[in-house]
């Protein structure tokens, strides 16, 4: 039986397993991965990533979600994962890395203890529609944004999979986003697909809001308050089109361990 070894991360509440898989390559099934992400009967988590080398890049990333599919991109992930290469020495400070989006960038602004600030950059979003409704885009993955006067009064275990499987957005499916423009920042709850629950944060969840906020105040530099902390998203906008997208917070580590497989 095969020993695991793992590192635990989160981001803001976004919790995640990470394996430094530059060396086995590990074809992990559908049903192992549920196991693992299981939060009674495995480690628990919102997520599984995989740190593999990759020519031209300092790491590739690889994210699975915990009903075992693959996603496109995970923004709290990518601050984890980033932290976790810093920590083994595949990189500094700086870093260049593949995911199943593109390439980006990273940056570990600050280090202490099992604590890191760390800043991503994001793809230039994709926007599908905005409405006085919602605002449909892609900002890593599937987003919509949904601004209402009180988040927490949402029922989102009902509302989140009603947007989230509504055939405008088959068949991929799409994540789902509540939020609230205040004064100095946006307030955010994201029901999140492969989850299919509400995570205490979502990284490509709050750069959506963010973008989606500034399409309704203009804020290029957006502090995004979620139920697990704090993030900041800023970029460059002119008129409708966003780039230069970075999403900034905290990469924690809460533990190490083994667990057979």
């Known amino acids: 039986m095969e020993l695991l070894h793992f590192d635990k991360y989160q981001g803001t509440g976004n919790d995640f397993i990470l394996v430094d898989d530059r060396k086995q390559h590990r074809d992990f099934n559908g049903k192992t991965i549920v196991k693992l992400c299981d939060r009674r009967f495995g480690i628990g988590s ?62 570990v602004l600050s280090r202490n203890g099992n604590d890191s600030l760390v800043s991503i950059s994001m ?12 605002t449909y885009l892609n900002s890593g993955t599937y987003h919509v944004v949904k601004f209402v006067p009180d988040p927490d009064a949402v029922e989102i275990m009902k509302a989140g999979p009603e947007i989230r499987y509504d055939g405008r957005f088959a068949p991929a499916g799409t ?12 307030y955010v709850r994201t029901y999140e697909k492969g989850v299919e629950a509400e995570t205490l944060s979502c990284g490509t969840g709050v750069t959506a809001t963010a973008i989606a906020a500034s399409l309704r105040t203009g804020r290029t530099d957006v502090r995004v308050v979620t139920k697990g902390g704090e993030l900041r998203v800023h970029f460059l906008r002119k008129d409708n089109n966003f780039e230069g997208v970075f999403l900034e917070g905290p990469a924690v580590k809460v533990f190490s361990g083994s667990i057979n497989l």
């Open 175 to 186: 994540n789902v986003n509540f939020a609230r423009i205040n004064q100095d920042s946006v």
């Open 46 to 107: 919102d997520g599984l990533l995989l740190l593999r080398e990759r020519q031209g890049y300092d790491f590739e990333m690889l994210f699975f979600n915990p009903d075992g599919s693959r996603a496109t991109f995970c923004g709290n992930g990518a601050r984890c994962i980033s932290a976790f290469a810093a920590s083994l020495g595949v990189i500094q400070d700086e870093a260049s890395f593949l995911a199943p989006d593109g390439a980006h960038k990273a940056s």
């Open 123 to 134: 793809i230039d979003p994709v926007i599908y529609h905005h409405s006085e409704d919602y």
